[in-house]
């Protein structure tokens, strides 16, 4: 029962670090990567659909995102739905190929996105510690129900303690490496 518990939770934070993955990767910085585009939907037959469905996107430079529609007709959606995305982009059709150029960030905006970053991760280390406390409340439950010793008890606490402190870790390390990325000119 205890190894239970513990193997749902570790299940759940590493979700959590996933999804605190996805979020950073979301956040722009000054260079280009395929998947700042991955959120952005283009109107497809009166669908949204992902960009990356109806287009190959790939990287021309360090700078620059090129996309290249499967259908020559989505040229206009693609370009306009990018431009309205949230990203900040302005991209510019080339014959049939959308260039989306990264403008380069400023100092001012830079450290807007480093206290988007620390939320996000404030966000991650509060998901985690409630998962410990769902976890540790099983583990109290199956006590005062007598499945468990008192000794049993504390071992899973100590346990799951260290797999959250494991887990916050590495969450730090995240917040460093993408403030570090942030802050590099």
Known sequence: MIAE???SAEQKMQKSLEALKLDLGKIRTGRAHTGLLDHVTVDYYG??????????????????ITVAPWEKKMLGAIEKAIRNSDLGLNPATVGELIRVPMP??????RRDLTKVVKHEG?????????????????????LKEKKIAE?????????IQKLTDRYIADIDKLLQ?????????
């Open 151 to 159: 000794d049993e008890e504390r071992r899973g606490q100590d346990d």
């Open 5 to 7: 518990i513990k193997k």
């Open 104 to 109: 380069p960030l400023t100092e001012e905006r």
């Open 122 to 142: 404030e966000a991650a280390r509060v998901a985690m510690r409630n998962i410990r406390r769902d976890a540790n409340a099983h583990l109290k439950d199956l």
């Open 47 to 64: 669908n949204p659909t992902a960009i990356n469905q109806v287009a190959n996107i790939n990287l021309a430079d360090a700078r620059t």
């Open 177 to 185: 490496a993408k403030e570090a990325e942030l802050m590099a000119v």
